[in-house]
């Protein structure tokens, strides 16, 4: 079993920057990448980034450029730095944990961490 927890949400001006965490806990061994996600009100949950064990990266175009996902393995963390923040930014994000070898794949969900972008 694996734990997530995000925290690092709260309220932020249009323009401004944010970091999440997501501390990861448990059967790690299994685990082949991390995801961050989001989901507006009214919409569906959308993929924002992934990372997986060898720190490859991929962004959704929406966040490209400007949002960057990093992990500290010694720390069992992920981290989304978010910079350029817009409004449509706005949603719950949540860390999920990847089985497989694939990010929509198994895998586990953390409780998420609003985010709240003002213009």
């Known amino acids: 079993q694996v734990q997530l927890v995000e925290s690092g949400g709260g309220l932020v001006q249009a323009g401004g920057s944010q970091r999440l965490s997501c501390l990861a806990s448990g059967s790690m061994f299994s685990i082949n990448s991390m995801g961050w996600y989001r989901q507006a009100p009214g919409k569906q949950r959308e993929l924002v980034a992934h990372?997986?064990?060898?720190?490859?990266?991929k962004y959704a175009d929406s966040v490209k450029g400007r949002f960057t996902i990093s992990r500290d393995n010694a720390k069992n963390t992920v981290y989304l730095q978010m910079n350029s923040l817009k409004p449509e930014d706005t949603a719950v994000y949540y860390c999920?944990?990847?089985?497989?070898?694939?990010?929509?794949?198994?895998?586990?969900w953390g409780q998420g961490t609003q985010v709240t972008v003002s213009s």
């Open positions: 999920k944990a990847v089985i497989g070898f694939s990010i929509e794949g198994s895998g586990y």
């Open positions: 990372i997986t064990r060898g720190s490859s990266a």
